[in-house]
């Protein structure tokens, strides 16, 4: 299958380990990986801060470059994200619409029906649940919200997860609750958003993981930028990367794991 | 403009403006039948148990003949009760105490002075545990008689039993008042947690009558 | 001469009535977050509420179809609204009842406190209505020299202790038992002194303290949860018999509702009353629902009065998406679920409707008046987690509708704000690839601030929000972007 990577702007600048496991991941599975050079971000910040004008050009960008990518041969596209392809799937051609482009809002609706999280294309589009991954770690899994409750990506990443050899696999108490993100939230209301997160972080310290994982660079972001603050012990990977992992990676943690303690290395 | 016309013109005007470009269809694929026959030992059993789950205390009787046994047990030590006018008079066979009938209608203090009430019911809700009282039927009364008093004994017969709140709904004419009861009275506003006993009647017993 | 004896209320100086706080959600947020016996009683509650919704919500095989449903017969309900009111006007009077029409808040309290006035009490008693909190009726009738008492348990225990209440069904949420106890042996004239914190004996204390009021009150004082067009019956749906005591005692009801409520038919109950308890307190069914239409001979208050409340509705009718607030049966489930709300309670929205719906429901309501309105900050006041759509028993899609409002947040800037100007260098930075590239080169910068030690611990405000409890790691060293021309060109 040929396959188009969206690497996300977050998972572009901040993340790249998220991508390029991606890409690791499906190469390895015998697909061919696109990357679509002219990408640069689905909008998603631009739309759940209101600016939906704003957001407009961008959408129209993303939806046009993939476009292209699937005029050219390209079967699926695939985000490592969970918010932005919740983003590219509920909210691109509502923009749209609100704008008066109809024929914008039908091409985002025809992006948005080939384009997939990781999961979600590993489990329903390529049928594999077993990756052939190798991870010896204590794992626990948050599912981020939007892969969870606009996406309905349910147990497919626990799926995965329970067939990577090694990775014990640990349960998050209340891991349906928000872990405090939300974008701009995190920011315009840092007080509560740092409220959600401690209560996120006690409970992924309950689970005695050493490592705590989602599909979402974003949420990761966050928690892992709390535990990193207290020093917990426990670090964020995302879901890509785990799976991409075998055993001819070291199990000594890749300097891309811990992106906030390089410094003790 | 008068505020009746402003608002009207408002919201005529606020609809058409909102209004989708699709026309609405009200769906209604939920279940309008229960999964339990009407008046069936089955749909007895449920109703039992979800009354019993919200402190309404249940006694089942076999037929008709039986009721009185039951009211009279339930009643007890109550020195004196209320009863609408058309309350058969068989239910209360062998009641030592004062019965009071409610016509001409009894003043609150009179019936804030009586120790119980006895009424039968317009229909049952078995996956609710609920008993709708209808005030236009004679044997249910007006709403204050079984409002005031502290003890409610509510007698509930099988052919009034249904499963689901749609084959209630469908059963009940709205023109009267009618007052849906499940379990006494009871309030969750102290730390979201039930607690029965507020200002309806704290005692609630239902003489079930039919198989079982 | 007094406002009162003007006739004139004192309270409204703002028509809408409680709508509208005073501060910006985040600065009350500030507050409450502070107050860790408000967050211990916050997570108690909503964590028992949440788990009681979730077991018999478990029961109904088709609770979905129930909420689509509900979802549709609103819907039609918003597509017809004058039409079904003017039938329920018709079938209100036909039955004795006489009904009142109120274009705000001011207008709704003048009517009551005439019709008050009109019946001579000095006394009523009142069900727990949103509407009239809504409209401060309670000020009003005080200042007419009107003795309002609430008589939900939860509702009486916000009035005692002079506060605010904070949720739709409970409003005193944010207090526990030993908090109750305190307020009643304060506040209650003639308690018994050995009261303890028993759930149970508390309750008992409120009964004693209603049981005259309540057989002896001649003006009641309701909501309405459900008012059905096509017989003009009104329903109110309550657990602990003080709704009855109010309904059916006294001589004169007077019931305000917003315009919302109505349905169209009496079938349409056999819907909302499965969603509504189930979504509410948890519960198969509450302990008492009342119906009744217009006036009974011989039965209840023998004179009935219904006013109509717009206060804003029609502004929210006219937005096709946005009128979707209107739906709201107020149940709070989306209040017990949202994880914002279970941190800062209620009183941080300023608005009586808090929550996720009211963050959607009260800009609509007002209208967001410029970028310093403080109902502008309501709409993002939650991380978009979507949990609020999950649990609402009608569908409203409480998240699109949050963006809906930031946008119109947005719109109501005035002047430019920082925000703006970031907003717009990033969309043409996003559009232009050549520019996004350059955009993560400046992100090298990262790597300076973040040093040796690989995390950035301190930013400049607003990023401080963010740098002040989480670190941020050090941009990487080489983009996603440049590792595929690395290794795939």
């Known amino acids: ?265 | 403009m008068n505020a009746r016309e402003e608002v009207l013109a408002r919201l005529r005007t606020a609809r058409d403006a909102g209004n989708p470009a699709t026309p609405v269809v009200v769906t209604r694929d939920f279940a309008t039948t229960g999964r339990l026959d009407p008046g069936s030992a089955a749909v007895l059993e449920r109703l039992d148990e979800t009354l019993t789950d919200y402190k309404a205390t249940v006694h089942r009787v076999a037929s008709e003949a039986e009721i009185a046994g039951a009211v009279v047990g339930v009643l007890g030590e109550a020195r004196s009760i209320v009863v609408p006018a058309g309350l058969p008079g068989d239910w209360l066979r062998g009641y030592a105490g004062q019965v009071r009938t409610d016509g001409p209608p009894l003043a609150v203090d009179e019936l804030d002075a009586v120790d119980a009430v006895v009424t039968g019911a317009a229909v049952a809700i078995a996956d609710t545990g609920t008993f709708v009282l209808a005030s236009a039927a004679s044997d249910q009364g007006r709403r204050a008689i079984t409002l005031v008093p502290d003890h409610h004994v509510c007698v509930i017969r099988a052919a009034d039993v249904v499963c689901s709140v749609p084959e209630a709904i469908a059963r009940l004419d709205p023109s009267s008042p009618l007052t849906f009861v499940s379990g006494p009275s009871a309030t969750s506003d102290i730390e979201l947690d039930r607690v029965e006993g507020v200002h309806g009647p704290r005692r609630l017993d239902v003489v079930l009558v039919g198989p079982g | 001469m007094t406002a009162v004896e003007l006739g004139m209320p004192t309270v409204a100086s703002d028509p809408h009535g409680h709508l509208r706080g005073t501060e910006s959600f985040p600065r009350a947020a500030h507050r409450a977050l502070a107050d860790t016996q408000l967050r211990r009683n916050l997570g108690h509650a909503t964590r028992t509420i949440r788990a009681k919704r979730a077991a018999v919500v478990g029961e109904v095989d088709d609770w979905e179809e129930l909420r689509r449903a509900g979802e549709s017969l609103k819907a039609d309900t918003m597509a017809r609204l004058p039409e079904l009111l003017v039938q329920l006007e018709e079938q209100v009077t036909g039955r004795g009842g006489t009904v009142h029409w109120a274009r705000d808040a001011e207008e709704a309290n003048r009517i009551v406190v005439d019709l008050v006035r009109g019946t001579g009490a000095d006394e009523v008693v009142k069900v727990k209505s949103m509407a009239t909190q809504e409209t401060g009726l309670n000020e009003a009738l005080e200042a007419a020299g009107v003795a309002a008492f609430e008589t939900d348990l939860a509702e009486l225990i916000v009035q005692l202790s002079h506060d605010r209440p904070s949720h739709f069904l409970v409003p005193a949420i944010h207090r526990n038992r030993a908090e109750i106890r305190e307020i009643f042996l304060r506040e209650m004239p003639g308690v018994d002194p050995s009261l303890t914190d028993e759930p149970r004996r508390l309750a008992m204390a409120a009964r004693a303290h209603l049981r005259r009021k309540f057989l002896t009150a001649r003006v009641g004082i309701s909501g309405v949860n459900f008012a059905v067009a096509e017989t003009g019956t009104l329903s109110v749906v309550e657990s602990e018999g003080n709704g009855r005591m109010c309904l059916t005692l006294p001589d004169t009801l007077i019931t305000v509702m917003g315009v919302e409520k109505v349905v169209p038919t009496w079938r349409d109950l056999e819907v909302f009353l499965q969603l509504l308890p189930r979504s509410s307190t948890g519960e198969r069914m509450n302990p008492y629902t009342s119906t009744w239409t217009g006036v009974t001979p011989g039965d209840g208050p023998q004179t009935f009065h219904l006013v109509l409340l717009d206060n804003g509705r029609s502004n929210v009718l006219a937005s096709p998406d946005g009128r979707q607030a209107l739906h709201c049966i107020r149940c709070s489930a989306c209040l017990n679920v949202c994880p914002v709300y279970e941190r800062t309670g209620g009183h941080a929205y300023g608005s009586i409707y808090p929550g996720p719906i009211g963050a959607v429901l009260s800009p609509q309501l007002t209208g967001i008046s410029g970028p310093d309105d403080v109902n502008a900050s309501l709409p993002y006041a939650s991380s978009l987690c979507g949990a609020c759509f999950d649990a609402c028993p009608v569908r409203i899609d409480i998240p699109h509708l949050l963006v809906q409002q930031r946008a119109a947040a947005v719109a109501a800037h005035t002047r430019p704000t920082g925000q703006d100007l970031t907003m717009q260098a990033a969309a043409i930075a996003m559009t232009t690839p050549g520019r996004f590239k350059l955009a993560e080169k400046a992100l090298g910068l990262g790597r300076v601030l973040a040093g040796r030690k690989g995390r950035i611990t301190g930013l400049p405000w607003p990023m401080s929000g963010w740098t002040n409890a989480r670190d941020l790691p050090a941009p990487p060293a080489e983009t996603f972007r440049q590792w595929w021309e690395r290794t795939h060109s």
């Open chain 1, 1 to 265: 299958m040929r396959i188009a990577v969206v690497a996300t702007c977050l998972g572009d600048a901040m993340f790249p380990q998220a991508p390029i496991a991606t890409v690791q991941l499906l190469e390895r599975l015998g697909h061919q990986v696109v990357f679509p050079a002219d990408q640069t971000c689905c909008g998603q910040m631009h739309v759940n801060t209101g600016y939906l004008d704003a957001a407009l050009p961008v959408v129209r960008h993303h939806v046009e470059v993939f476009g292209r990518a699937l005029d050219d041969g390209v079967d699926a596209i695939v985000a490592p994200s969970g918010s932005c392809v919740g983003c590219v799937r509920h909210q691109h051609a509502m923009v749209a619409r609100r704008a008066g482009d109809e024929g914008l809002a039908r091409a985002a609706e025809e992006g948005a029906a080939r384009t997939y999280e990781l999961s979600e294309l590993l489990v329903d589009v390529l049928g594999v649940t077993d990756v052939g991954a190798y991870y010896p770690h204590r794992v626990t899994y948050h599912p981020t919200c939007h892969s969870l409750r606009m996406l309905r990506v349910a147990d497919k990443p626990l799926q995965l997860l329970r067939n990577v050899r090694g990775l014990q696999l640990v349960e998050l108490p209340e891991a349906e609750v928000c872990c405090g993100f939300g974008g701009t939230f995190a920011v315009k209301n840092a007080e509560t958003s740092t409220a959600m997160l401690a209560d996120k972080m006690a409970n992924v310290l309950s689970s005695r993981a050493e490592v705590c994982t989602a599909g979402d660079s974003s949420c990761l972001m966050h928690i892992g930028g709390g535990l990193s603050r207290l020093r917990s012990g426990v670090r964020t990977v995302h879901l890509a990367e785990i799976l991409a992992s075998t055993d001819r990676d070291s199990a000594v943690p890749a300097s891309t794991d811990i992106v906030f303690e390089e410094a003790s290395r």
